[in-house]
C-alpha cells in the first residue's frame, strides 16, 4: 500500500524556533512526523528544511494545508516553502536526441515499477530513437530545429508540456541548448546530464578534453538547468578512474555508464521531494 | 572561539510525538537548536535522534539538564540517552603494537589541532613504537602480555585507563584480542580497525584471504569491539580496487592507505558525537 | 572498419624467455604486435600473457596459426594457450528470471552497438520478460523448472545452446541454481551475477544480510560459475555507500545499479577476450 | 633479499619490431624479464614501454649497458629512454610551508620501511615544521621568500639540492609558486599535490571555490610541475564525496585525506620508475 503523506520542503533566513514552530504545528493537528532533516548555511545563514508527515488523522484538509501553513508559520517566518503529497504522481517529461543509454535506463525503472512517475511524453529534435518510445508505448514528439525555426518549436514544446501538466523536464543527452526564454518557464524544473565532473570540461565534447588533459578520473554531473550554460545547481556527480590506456571511445564508453545512472539517480531525489535548489546550490536531504 | 553546545543521543520504541516533545522541551526553554537528525528503523520500530543546542541563553543549568530532560521527556517516552557537552575535551586512550601509520596518522590530527580530543596514554604489548610516543610527549606505557600474565596485566590496563578517566579506547592496529571482561569493562567504547571489509575476512590475515580468494576490492572496517570477535557495530568503511598484479605485500601497502583513513574517520565521528550504537549496528548521523 | 587481429591468451609454468619466444615468433612471421600484457604470479609460478596482433600480412593463415603456435612454441614451453580472431563475433546466451535491469543494460549495448556480439537466444524459467525480447526481436525459449523435471529441462538447454553455437552464457539475475552437470559442459564460460561484494554475504538474500550487519558499503560480484556456488573465480567488483538511512528496499534500488554496471563490465572484459581464469582467481587484462 | 634488477623506460614513434627487438636484445643476452608493460598512443603515434630485467647472469655490465641499448637498438628506432638500477635509492627533496598532514604521511612510509628512498632534506619557508624534521633527525633547511629575494634563495635551494645529488623533488602542500627558471633545472622531477580534481579550481582556494560552487565531489591531483601553473602532466588522482552539509572546514579536513593519499601514491609510482611523462601526460605503469 502507498504511504499517504505530505512533504513540506521550506527555507528561510535562519533564526530561532523554526525547527520547534514547524513541529509543534504538525503535532498540535495530530500530523505524526515520519521524516525530518533539516540544514542551516552559516555562511548565507539561511536554514533549510524537510519535513514529510503522514495524512491519516491529520487534523487540517489536504485542501487547506498551505494555506493554513502559511498564516500559521509560513509568513511569520519569511518562509517560502513547497507542498508536495506523495499520492499525487509527479509527470515527467523526457528530451532526447541520439544516443539511448540513458533513456533505456530511465524506462526500464519506470516499467519495472522502481519509480512511482508518468512519462506522457519523449520529446526529441530527431527521430532516431522513435522506435523505443513506440516499443514502450510512450507517446513521442519530433520537434526538429533549425536556427530559422528554433523560437518556434521551442513555443509548441512549452505549450505542449504544459497542456500535458509536466512537473518537470529530464534531458537525457539532449544535444541541443535550450533558450533562455524556454528555461525561464520551468525554473529549477529542468534536469540535465553533463558528461564531465563539472565545473572541469564544461561545453562540448567533455570527453576529448579530458583526454587532452591526461586527466586520471572522469566524472558525470546532473544539474538544474540555468540560464548559464552548465553552471546550474547540481544534484548528483559520480566519477571513475580511467588510465593512460583509455582511448576517446573508452572514455565515451566508461562515461555513459556514469550518465545515466547519475542521470537517474538526480530524478530519484527528484521523485521523493528531497531536493532543494536555492541560488546556485542544491540541498540534497537524503 | 569554541562552541558552547549540549548534544543528546537518544533512542526508544517509535510513537509519536517525539520529535515535537523534545523541540519543544528545548525551545520552551530557550535552546536554539543548531543541529537535528533523526531516524525511524522500520524494523526495529525504533526511533533514534540526534539534537545540539546553544547552552548561552538556555535556561536549565548544565547540571541539572540531564535530570530535568528525564523527568520531563525522557522517562515518558521510554528514552535512552547520552548527554554531552562540547566544551568538555573527550579523553581517548591509544593501544598499538608494532605498526606505525595509524599512530602517526592520529598523532598528526592531534598536534595539528584537526581534533579536540586529549591523549593521555598510548598503551602497547611491545616497545616497539615507544619512541613514537617519546617523540610526542604522551605517556607511554609497557604492558607485555603471555597466557600467564594476561588477566593481570589486563587488569592493571584497566585500573589505569579509569584512573585517567578515559573516555573511549582506539585500538590503531593492536594485534591482541581483547578478554571479554577487559571489553565489559567499556561497553561500546572501544573502536577498532579491521583490515578487510568486513563480514569479508574475519580472522587473522584477511589480505592473505583476500589474495587467496582473487577479489578486486579490498577494504577496512571500523567498529566498536564486542564479546564477538568481528562482529560488533560497524562505524566506517571504506574500500579501493586491487587486481591480479597486486601480490600480498601491495595489498598491504594499499590496505593501510584505508585503515589509516577509515580509523580517523570513525574517530572523527566518535569525538562529534554523531555515533549511536544500538544492538549489532550504528545510526551514523552526519 | 573492423580490425582483423588475433589474440593469443597464454599460460605456463613461469620460466626464461617467454616473452621474447613469444613475440619473435610473431615478428618473424610479419605479424605487428598492437598490444601485450604479461603477469607472473609468484606464488603459484605462473605465467600468463595477452598478445594481439595484426593478420594483415602475417605469414602463416589463420588456419594454421593454432597449430605452428603450438608446435614451435606452446608445447616447447608446457602453454596451455587460447587463440581467438576479432572478426568473428562471440555468440552469447542470456539466462533471465523476473528482474529486468541487467537484461536491459545488455540489451541496450547490443542495440546501440557498444557490443560487437550476437545473442542468440534468451533463455528464462519464466515468461515474465518474454515481452522484452520480442520488443527487441531475440529468441525467447521458456524452460520450466520443477524439481521433477529440472535434469531434463537442463539437457534440452545444453541442446539448444550447442545447436546455437554459443560461446558463453550470461546469468542476468538467474535466480535458480545450474546442476554441477550443466556447468560441466561450459567451463568458466558462464558469467554470473551476485548481488554482493563476495565473499561476504553468500547465498539467497544478500541485501537483508548487508541490513542485519548494518555495513556501510554493498556491492556486486561478477564471476564465472563452478561448481561451487558463489566460488567462482571473479572478474569484476563494484561497491558503493549507503547508511543506517537505507532500508532494503533502498538496498536493492542502489544495488541494481551496481549489477548492471558489474555485469556489463564482466561481459565487455569477455568480449575483449580480456580475462584469463586460472584455478579460482582471473588476470583481467586491461 | 632486495632484488637487483634495471628497469628501462622508453618512447618512441610507433613502428614494427619494437618489443621483438627490445626482448631479444634482453634475452639474447641472459637477461630474464620479469615485468613489461607497453602502451601505444593512437592518436601520438607514440609508443610507450617499461621493462624490468634481472641483472644477475646478464651478459653486459651495468656501466656498459647503457651505451650497449642505444646503440643496437635505441638510436635504431630513434627511442628516448631511462635506464634505473632497482639497487640505488632515490634521493628525494621534500618542500613544506605550514601544513603537517602530507609530511607526515611521508616520514611514516620512510620511517616504517614502506618506501626505499633517501631524504636528504627538507626544505621550507617558514620554521614551523622544523620540529618534525627534528624529530625524524632529518636535514632542515629554511628559506625564507620575499619579493626581493626570491631569485638569489631559489639560486641558493639549486645548489643546495644539486650538491645533495637530489633526483626528484617533492612539494608537500608548499604555499609558494616556483620560479620558471627553478622549474627548468628539473623538468618532470618536481612532484606537486594540488587540492582539487583538476582541471576544476586551479589556483589558489580550491575548498573554498568547490563550496561555491555546490559540488557533490571533490579531489585531489599530484602532477609534474611545468611553467604552466597547475597544468603539468597529472600522475594521480582521487575523489571523495561531500554534500551540502560539508562547511568548508569540512572540505578542508576531507581534502587532507586525498592529498596525502593522492601525493604518496604519486611518490610511489615514481619510486617504481612507473611513471612516464610525455607532453603534458603521463604512461603510469602499474
Redo the contacts between chains.
Keep these: 500500500m502507498k504511504k499517504n503523506t505530505a512533504i513540506l520542503l521550506i527555507h528561510c533566513p535562519d533564526q530561532?524556533?523554526l525547527?520547534?514552530?514547524v513541529?509543534?504545528f504538525?503535532?498540535n493537528n495530530n500530523g505524526?512526523?515520519?521524516?525530518?532533516?533539516?540544514?542551516?548555511?552559516?555562511?548565507l545563514l539561511q536554514f533549510?528544511m524537510r519535513v514529510e508527515w503522514e495524512l491519516d488523522g491529520f487534523a487540517i484538509p489536504n485542501e487547506k494545508i498551505d494555506d493554513f501553513f502559511g498564516t500559521l508559520i509560513g509568513r511569520k517566518f519569511n518562509m517560502e516553502w513547497q507542498l508536495h503529497f506523495t499520492l499525487k504522481k509527479p509527470r515527467m517529461a523526457i528530451f532526447v536526441s541520439k544516443?539511448?543509454?540513458c533513456l533505456?535506463?530511465i524506462?526500464?525503472?519506470y516499467?519495472?515499477g522502481?519509480w512511482d512517475v508518468e512519462i506522457p511524453v519523449i520529446i526529441s529534435n530527431h527521430n532516431s530513437l522513435k522506435y523505443i518510445a513506440d516499443?514502450f508505448g510512450i507517446n513521442f514528439q519530433l520537434f526538429e530545429l533549425n536556427k530559422a525555426n528554433k523560437a518556434a518549436q521551442e513555443a509548441a514544446e512549452i505549450e505542449l508540456l504544459q497542456s500535458l501538466d509536466v512537473d518537470f523536464i529530464v534531458l537525457a543527452r539532449y544535444m541541443q541548448i535550450l533558450s533562455d526564454d524556454f528555461v525561464s518557464h520551468f525554473p529549477n524544473r529542468i534536469i540535465n546530464i553533463h558528461h564531465s565532473?563539472?565545473?572541469?570540461?564544461k561545453g562540448a565534447r567533455p570527453y576529448h578534453s579530458a583526454?587532452n588533459?591526461?586527466?586520471?578520473?572522469i566524472?558525470a554531473t546532473s544539474h538544474y538547468v540555468t540560464a548559464d550554460l552548465d553552471e546550474g545547481?547540481?544534484?548528483?556527480?559520480?566519477?571513475c578512474?580511467v588510465?593512460?590506456?583509455d582511448?576517446i571511445p573508452d572514455l565515451i564508453?566508461k562515461g555513459?555508464?556514469l550518465e545515466k545512472?547519475v542521470l537517474?539517480e538526480a530524478i530519484?531525489t527528484q521523485l521523493q521531494r528531497k531536493v532543494l535548489p536555492y541560488r546556485?546550490?542544491?540541498?540534497?536531504f537524503?
Design positions: 530561532k524556533g525547527i520547534a514552530s513541529t509543534e504538525l503535532h505524526n512526523i515520519i521524516d525530518l532533516e533539516q540544514h542551516v548555511d552559516h555562511e533549510f544516443m539511448s543509454h533505456y535506463d524506462l526500464q525503472r516499467m519495472s522502481e516499443r565532473f563539472l565545473p572541469a570540461f583526454f588533459r591526461g586527466v586520471k578520473v566524472g545547481p547540481i544534484i548528483a556527480q559520480d566519477v578512474r588510465s593512460h590506456k582511448a564508453r555513459k555508464n545512472v537517474s530519484w546556485n546550490k542544491t540541498i540534497v537524503d
